[in-house]
């Protein structure tokens, strides 16, 4: 079953702006991590945070994440058009990883020069 | 370091055949993941394999199926393919030895195309 679900499903902004992308998720878990797909390619991993952590960045990437209310936001600053892509919230959940990763069913960013 | 390396990158298929498909993980990586990716229905688990054990498996029928070698190398296996098994199938190796803890590395995936 899907767990992460992002949120919007498509985002089309000018180069230069920043992107904001949410995930909500529905159980415990151990971590959440994003990803990155071209199109029709394999998954780039971007950043993992840790349940115990709030915030982290990577470069241009920023996430939060906020435990009680089962949700994390990927911020991409100054966007490019190499950006255009698709972005997937991932999660692990704390009760033994039965079902790997979860995975939501992504936001589609599409960056226009 | 060479990546997850998936082959073959594309294939057809007619229904009621069987599919083999081989990943092959970054080096050092004993866990490798499958993953079905599909427009309707994302991401699915199929199964992670550690140590040629398989470690998990997600909601998919029996016809799916899977193994690893001592080398860590992994091959899935569709049989009796539908036309619903039309997808992206995707493998991914990661270094941690619990399951779900650190990042995935995902290899190109293998594009079955089921008429």
């Known amino acids: 079953s899907q767990q992460g679900e992002e949120d919007p499903q498509a985002l089309s902004i000018q180069e230069g702006e920043n992107a904001t992308m949410n995930c909500s998720y529905k159980?415990?878990?151990?971590?959440l991590q994003w990803y990155r797909q071209n199109s029709g390619r394999g998954l780039v991993h971007l950043i993992l945070?840790?349940?115990?952590?709030r915030e982290k960045h990577s470069g241009r990437l920023r996430v939060t994440l906020d435990t009680s209310k089962k949700s994390s936001s990927l911020l991409i600053t100054a966007s490019r058009a190499a950006d255009t892509a698709s972005y997937f919230c991932?999660?692990?959940?704390?009760?033994?990883?039965?079902?790997?990763?979860?995975f939501g069913k992504g936001t589609h960013l599409i960056i226009q020069p | 370091k060479a990546g997850v390396t998936q082959t073959p990158r594309y294939l057809i298929k007619t229904r009621g055949q069987q599919v083999t498909l081989s990943c092959s993980p970054i080096?050092?990586?004993?866990?490798v993941s499958w993953y079905q990716q599909t427009p309707g229905q994302g991401l699915q688990f199929l199964f992670e394999?550690?140590?040629?054990?398989?470690?998990n498996k997600g909601n998919f029928p029996g016809r799916f199926s899977g193994r690893q070698f001592s080398n860590s190398r992994s091959e899935m296996n569709v049989s009796t393919l539908e036309l619903g098994d039309s997808a992206l199938y995707l493998c991914?190796?990661?270094?941690?030895?619990?399951?779900?803890?650190?990042?995935?590395?995902f290899g190109e995936g293998s594009r079955l195309t089921v008429l």
């Open positions: 945070i840790r349940s115990n952590e």
């Open positions: 394999y550690f140590s040629e054990t398989q470690r």
């Open positions: 991932a999660t692990g959940d704390s009760g033994g990883g039965a079902d790997g990763l979860t």
């Open positions: 159980t415990s878990i151990n971590n």
């Open positions: 080096s050092g990586h004993r866990s």
């Open positions: 991914a190796s990661s270094l941690p030895a619990v399951p779900n803890t650190g990042e995935l590395f």
